[in-house]
Each structure stands twice: as C-alpha cells, then as structure tokens.
C-alpha cells in the first residue's frame, strides 16, 4: 500500500469525518504523479454568481486572488490535471481507513 501519510496525521481520522458528514469529495494523488511537478502552492477556483471565475493562489510569502483570464485558464488546466491522475474518492477513502486500520493495530 502506498505511504498516505504518518500515523500522528491520521490519528482519529477527521478527514474520514469532514468527509462523511459534509459530502466532501478527497482524492489522493499518487506522488509520483506527473501532475504534481512544480506544484508547491494551494489555489481555489471559485464560480461567482455572475458566471465569472476567481483564483486564489497561496506561494511562499504571499498570496493573488484574480480574475486575470491567463491565470484562471493556468490554475484550471492544472486542477484538471491533478483530478485525472487522481485516485478516485471510494478508493482514496479506502486507502485512508486502510491506512488507519492498520497503524491503530501497531500503536
């Protein structure tokens, strides 16, 4: 089984229940997937309610929130990417309880 993360983060597992009692989608992204090179920042792509796009992208030092459509397109492309070599949720999920399981049996 791939390395999710270490024991002292999924203690309790609160991701397991954001998840089920929100409807929050998870997917895990395996490391060497070729989507995540040069990817050292989080951003969130948000509709409004005119139909229009913003992006905030967090870096080093600093954060942009913006409209610029360049931007947006570059932000969109790399989300799309990610989502595909994405693990599905069902199976990310699985993958996190696995995980779980089986470091509550050795703590």
Same mark, same amino acid.
């Given at each position: 089984?791939?390395?999710?993360? %270490?024991? &002292?983060? #999924? $203690? ?9 009692? %929100?409807?929050?989608?998870? /997917? ?11 990817? *050292? %920042?989080?951003?969130?792509?948000? /509709? ?7 992006? $905030?992208?967090? *870096?080093?030092?600093?954060?942009? @929130? %913006?409209?610029?459509?360049?931007? @947006?397109?570059?932000? #969109?492309?790399? +989300?799309? /990417?990610?989502?595909?070599? &994405? +693990?599905?949720?069902?199976? $990310? ?8 399981? /089986? #470091?509550?049996?050795? $703590?």
């Amino acid at each position: 089984m791939p390395r999710v993360a %270490s024991p &002292a983060v #999924w $203690s309790g597992c609160p991701t397991i229940t954001v998840r089920e009692r %929100s409807g929050t989608n998870i /997917q895990l992204v395996p490391g060497e997937a070729c989507c995540t090179a040069g990817l *050292s %920042s989080g951003f969130v792509l948000a /509709q409004l309610p005119d139909g229009g796009v913003v992006v $905030s992208v967090e *870096s080093a030092g600093r954060g942009e @929130v %913006s409209t610029e459509h360049e931007l @947006v397109t570059h932000i #969109w492309g790399a +989300y799309d /990417q990610i989502r595909a070599e &994405a +693990y599905p949720t069902g199976i $990310s999920v699985k993958m996190i309880k696995d995980a779980r399981d /089986q #470091w509550n049996l050795t $703590s």
